[in-house]
């Protein structure tokens, strides 16, 4: 069955009768005449049947969504890089056992100065893509990490993802950390420097 647009709505099928051209209802499939925007059936709106897809799409890739999830992932990286400041987090680094050791002091410095930097850059919109590819990259070595450690049978270990919040290693800071992956990737493709530092800069 063919999908037909017609006057920015789009209506499914196109169904030939005595009557002439119908309409086909997607909630019910009853037809209606063609010149009807509510379904004589059911009831319902054929505008708003057929353009849900539409509205969620366009709620998706939305530039204001891109400065609400700026500011979510923004505060969230801002929150967890200086929670990790403390002398505490070199020793999460020992317990996931996946750096050499020579290297986990100095792991534990850098981090959690690199994840403030990326998060004030989200929030503020500057830099935007390439704090959030930094933001992507270091993102996915979390989910690796906690994710080796929780085959591995380590759910006793803080996950160090974010101090605050003291999650343990397993399901829930995975889905934490995919769902800031998807917001980055959100506003990676469709920030619009709304309310940003880089619209600012461009403009000098």
Same mark, same amino acid.
């Given at each position: 069955?063919?999908?037909?647009?017609?006057?920015?709505? $789009?209506?499914?099928?196109?169904?030939? !009768?005595?009557?002439?051209?119908?309409?086909?209802?997607?909630?019910?499939?009853?037809?209606?005449?063609?010149?009807?925007?509510?379904? @004589?059936? +059911?009831?319902?709106? @054929?505008?708003?049947?057929? !353009?849900?897809?539409?509205?969620?799409?366009?709620?998706? %890739?939305?530039?204001?969504?891109?400065?609400?999830? #700026?500011?979510?992932?923004?505060?969230? $990286?801002?929150?967890?890089?200086?929670?990790?400041?403390?002398?505490?987090?070199? /020793?999460?680094?020992?317990?996931?056992?996946?750096?050499?050791?020579?290297?986990?002091? %100095?792991?534990?410095?850098? =981090?959690?100065?690199?994840?403030?930097?990326? /998060?004030?850059?989200? =929030?503020?919109?500057?830099?935007? #893509?390439?704090?959030?590819?930094?933001?992507?990259?270091? @993102? @996915?070595?979390?989910?690796?990490?906690?994710?080796?450690?929780?085959?591995?049978?380590?759910?006793?270990?803080? +996950?160090? +993802?974010?101090?605050?919040?003291?999650?343990?290693?397993?399901?829930?800071?995975?889905?934490?950390? %995919?769902?800031?992956?998807?917001?980055?990737?959100?506003? $990676? $493709?469709?920030?619009?420097?709304?309310?940003?530092?880089?619209?600012?800069?461009?403009?000098?």
């Amino acid at each position: 069955m063919r999908m037909k647009r017609e006057q920015g709505i $789009f209506v499914k099928g196109n169904k030939e !009768s005595e009557g002439g051209n119908q309409l086909l209802c997607a909630t019910c499939g009853k037809t209606n005449p063609a010149d009807v925007r509510t379904c @004589l059936s +059911c009831g319902r709106t @054929l505008a708003q049947v057929a !353009s849900a897809p539409s509205l969620v799409m366009a709620f998706l %890739t939305s530039p204001y969504l891109s400065v609400f999830l #700026r500011v979510v992932v923004g505060a969230w $990286f801002i929150t967890a890089g200086w929670g990790k400041t403390g002398a505490h987090f070199e /020793g999460v680094l020992m317990e996931y056992g996946l750096l050499p050791l020579a290297l986990v002091p %100095t792991v534990a410095k850098i =981090l959690p100065y690199t994840e403030l930097i990326i /998060g004030v850059c989200v =929030l503020l919109g500057i830099f935007t #893509r390439l704090s959030c590819l930094g933001m992507a990259g270091l @993102l @996915l070595i979390f989910i690796g990490a906690v994710s080796m450690a929780w085959a591995e049978g380590k759910t006793y270990l803080e +996950c160090g +993802c974010n101090p605050l919040f003291r999650e343990k290693v397993g399901p829930v800071p995975i889905l934490i950390d %995919t769902f800031l992956l998807l917001a980055a990737a959100q506003v $990676f $493709f469709h920030d619009k420097r709304i309310l940003s530092l880089d619209a600012w800069l461009s403009k000098k």
